[in-house]
């Protein structure tokens, strides 16, 4: 079973919409909870970081952590062109090892 | 705004050949990564390194691997003899603290011909 499992998309939206993109773990023993935003031949760039299950905010993006299920979701709200890019979640804090382990990337395209 | 820095930002390279990766870290965080990410794969980790000692390493980062803070600012990772499966981008990594944000430089891509 894959630690981290994410669908890899394309996700077409127009723009305006909210865009929700999720991710599944294996381990419920994993602490922290990372969204990141990758240009094509980009470095990852961090959205959100969360250790709790719930909502945290910051402007136009949620991000939702669910333990009990292992699930995480990142809520994009009022969709922009500029927010095309492949979104990967990534996870770390088991075993007192703090390295990331990266989904597979969800690919979003937001039509003009 | 603080930022990792990386060169080259593209690096071609006959197989069997040394080559160095540099990164500036943020300048007050002491945990800095390495991480790559082979085209069309995931973002894989390779290694983790505090206080001028590798912490963590994964099952990629072999002999032929090294990572060095040869000042107060570098933070480098040396690949000895390069394959043709060593192509990818290489990303540079660093937080604050254990368990804190990891920020991504914006990565050297590494040609092996």
């Known amino acids: 079973q894959k630690e981290v499992e994410q669908d890899p998309g394309p996700l077409s939206v127009p723009e305006g919409a909210i865009v929700s993109l999720n991710c599944t773990y294996s381990n419920s023993a994993f602490q922290y909870f990372m969204w990141y935003r990758q240009y094509s031949r980009k470095g990852p760039e961090l959205l959100m970081y969360t250790y709790s299950s719930g909502n945290k905010e910051d402007g136009r993006f949620t991000a939702q952590v669910d333990k009990s299920s292992k699930y995480i979701s990142l809520f994009i709200r009022d969709s922009q062109p500029s927010d095309s890019a492949t979104y990967l979640c990534a996870i770390n804090g088991v075993d007192s090892s703090y390295k990331l382990i990266f989904g597979s990337g969800t690919r979003l395209l937001v039509r003009p | 705004e603080p930022e990792v820095t990386q060169t080259p930002s593209h690096q071609v390279t006959q197989m069997g050949q040394e080559v160095i990766l540099r990164c500036v870290p943020i300048s007050n965080h002491l945990y800095f990564y390495w991480y790559r990410q082979i085209l069309g794969q995931k973002v894989e980790f390779l290694v983790s390194?505090?206080?001028?000692?590798?912490?963590?390493k994964s099952e990629i980062f072999d002999d032929q691997f090294s990572v060095e803070r040869p000042d107060g600012s570098n933070f480098t990772l040396k690949i000895r003899s390069t394959k043709l499966e060593d192509s990818a981008m290489y990303f540079c990594?660093?937080?604050?603290?254990?368990?804190?944000?990891?920020?991504f430089g914006p990565g050297t891509r590494l040609t092996v011909t």
């Open positions: 990594a660093s937080s604050e603290a254990i368990a804190y944000e990891q920020y």
């Open positions: 390194f505090y206080n001028n000692e590798i912490s963590e």
